[in-house]
């Protein structure tokens, strides 16, 4: 098992680089279709979107490594995904963040991170590892972990 890292740290460090970053984190109301700004800190938050930049980040270096982020959720009714990161392990620090920041990358559009791309990423990742290596790529690890909730899954929702 991987070492546990500092969830407060990892919320912090990922709300900086989006502070750095000139493109605002916009998500789309499932209700109504219309974006929204995340501020930074909420974005980095645990019950925020944290748990999706983690799938993300997960899915990313698992495909870079073989070795992903071990993400614990729990179900939390007052939150933007329906869960709060409860628990975050891997051996280095540095590998989530910079897997994080990877995905930041790739949901750039028209100088906006698209959250609600995040899912695309995680797709995308899992077929160039299953198209690499085949069905095998993808170890019961590769999921993040969700104590007594629902069956779905943090990034999934009604499709467009």
Excluded: C, Y
Excluded at 111 to 119: F, H, I, Y
């Amino acid at each position: 098992m991987s070492a546990a890292l500092d969830l407060t740290r990892v919320s912090r460090v990922l709300e900086a680089v989006l502070d750095r970053d000139s493109r605002p984190v916009m998500l789309r109301s499932i209700a109504s279709w219309q974006l929204h700004r995340v501020p930074s800190h909420v974005a980095a938050a645990p019950a925020g979107l944290l748990p999706a930049f983690l799938v993300a980040g997960d899915a990313l270096l698992r495909e870079a490594t073989g070795k992903g982020v071990e993400t614990d959720l729990a179900p939390e009714r007052v939150s933007l995904l329906g869960f709060r990161v409860a628990a975050v392990r891997h051996q280095r620090f540095s590998d989530v963040i910079l897997a994080m920041m990877e995905a930041t990358d790739q949901i750039a559009r028209n100088g906006r991170l698209m959250a609600d791309d995040l899912k695309l990423v995680v797709e995308l990742s899992r077929t160039r590892l299953i198209r690499m290596t085949g069905a095998a790529g993808l170890d019961a690890g590769s999921t993040p972990s969700v104590e007594q909730g629902p069956e779905q899954s943090p990034l999934s929702g009604p499709s467009p």
